[in-house]
């Protein structure tokens, strides 16, 4: 239960930004024993690994604060962040011990695919808030939202390795957000209406 808990977070902060949970896994893993990496995947806490996925967060940090210039990083990010996802719930030793069950062991898909569709859930609801946010302040609250973004993947990224019973709570979160962005967006179409009225 714990180890798929661990799994969930941090596909879901690969959601929100593909690099914060891949840095975090590769540093712990190469730094401390907090994670173990199976063999296939040892190569994430590999040096070069680690030094181009700072670069690409680098980048996904700046143009993710810009207007406009953050769709068409979404739109990039929509193959990016899933795959990261589901890397990410297969690559953690929490997640290859989430059970010990000969069908786990048979069906490691199953890890991959979990991973993928948490990903690309939470990136779906990302990319559907941000269109909103942009249109209702004129592209200014861009990048506070997006380094509200950034700060939860990582919130979520060290809550998952370090306290992966909270993630239950995180989850919640994220499909309250879910449900609130819905919302939003139905109210504002039915208002559509009315204004060309």
Do not use: C
Request: aromatic share 6%; no cysteine.
């Amino acid at each position: 239960m714990l180890a798929a808990l661990t799994g969930l977070g941090l596909s879901a902060a690969a959601g929100l930004n593909a690099y914060i949970p891949l840095l975090l896994v590769g540093l712990i893993a190469r730094y401390t024993d907090a994670v173990t990496l199976p063999e296939s995947y040892a190569f994430l806490q590999s040096g070069w690994v680690v030094t181009v996925v700072t670069v690409l967060l680098a980048v996904e940090v700046v143009v993710d604060k810009v207007a406009v210039v953050d769709h068409v990083n979404d739109a990039i990010q929509t193959f990016v962040r899933p795959a990261v996802g589901g890397a990410i719930f297969a690559a953690t030793a929490a997640a290859e011990q989430a059970d010990a069950s000969a069908w786990m062991q048979d069906n490691a898909w199953a890890g991959w695919l979990l991973g993928i569709v948490v990903a690309g859930v939470v990136h779906g609801l990302k990319t559907t808030a941000r269109p909103v946010v942009n249109a209702t302040t004129v592209g200014i609250g861009t990048p506070v939202v997006s380094a509200a973004e950034d700060a939860t993947s990582l919130g979520l990224a060290l809550v998952a390795i370090f306290a992966p019973l909270l993630v239950i709570v995180a989850l919640a979160l994220v499909i309250w957000a879910a449900i609130a962005v819905y919302r939003l967006r139905a109210r504002r179409r039915r208002a559509r209406p009315r204004r060309l009225a």
